[in-house]
C-alpha cells in the first residue's frame, strides 16, 4: 500500500476549522503559528494533518493542562477554565463519535473508496465480453464501442478529484454550487 503524500489532502480555510472545532478563525491561525496545526499554504490546512494534531493537541491538554502555555495571551482564570472545559468538551465528542463508528479516519474511508472503485472498474470492464457471450450476435464494433465508452467512464471517474473544490464549496453551500 503506498503511502499518501501531503499534497494529496484536501486542504480547507480557517473557518471550516473553526466551525468543525468550535473555535475562532483566530484561534485557528494561533495554533497554525504556534505550529500545532499545519499550514497548507495561505489561509489554508490540511485536512488529515489538522484533525490528527488539533486531537493529540487536546490529549495533550488533557493530560497537562499546562503543556501549551500561550505568553501573548493574558486571559482571565475563569475565561481560561472554561476555554480548557470547551476543548475538553470538544475532544470528548470526538472520541464518542469515533467510539461510536460515526466518524473513521480519512485515511480508511480513501481506502475504502479507493478499493469499491478498483472493484466497480473491474466489473465495468469485462461487461462488454460478458455481452459478447450472453448475446452472440454483437459485433465486434459494438464491442469496443462499449469498452470505449467504459474507458471514457473511468477516466471520468479516474479524475475525480479535479472537481473536489465545486464539491466543497456546493457542500459548505448545503448542496447548492455558488459558481452558478
Given at each position: 500500500m503506498t503511502k499518501k503524500k501531503a499534497s494529496?489532502?484536501?486542504?480547507?480555510?480557517a473557518k471550516f476549522f473553526a466551525g468543525l472545532f468550535g473555535i475562532t478563525e483566530r484561534r485557528i491561525q494561533q495554533l497554525a503559528k504556534d505550529e500545532i496545526i499545519p499550514k497548507a499554504g495561505r489561509g489554508r490546512y490540511p485536512l488529515t494533518g489538522t484533525v490528527?494534531?488539533?486531537?493529540?493537541?487536546?490529549?495533550?491538554l488533557r493530560a497537562s493542562p499546562d503543556a501549551f502555555p500561550t505568553p501573548d495571551q493574558v486571559l482571565d482564570p475563569t475565561q481560561e477554565k472554561a476555554r480548557l472545559d470547551r476543548e475538553r468538551w470538544i475532544y470528548q465528542e470526538f472520541k464518542t463519535e469515533i467510539e461510536k463508528g460515526n466518524w473513521a479516519e480519512v485515511a480508511l474511508l480513501g481506502f475504502i473508496v479507493s478499493k469499491t472503485g478498483a472493484a466497480i472498474a473491474a466489473q465495468l470492464e469485462a461487461l462488454p465480453r460478458k455481452l459478447k457471450k450472453l448475446s452472440p450476435q454483437l459485433t465486434a464494433t459494438s464491442v469496443l464501442m462499449m469498452e470505449k465508452e467504459i474507458a471514457k467512464t473511468l477516466n471520468l471517474a479516474a479524475d475525480a478529484h479535479l472537481?473536489?473544490?465545486d464539491w466543497l464549496d456546493e457542500w459548505e453551500h448545503g448542496g447548492k454550487s455558488s459558481t452558478k
Open positions: 494529496d489532502d484536501p486542504t480547507y480555510p490528527q494534531n488539533y486531537v493529540r493537541y487536546l490529549q495533550t472537481s473536489m473544490d
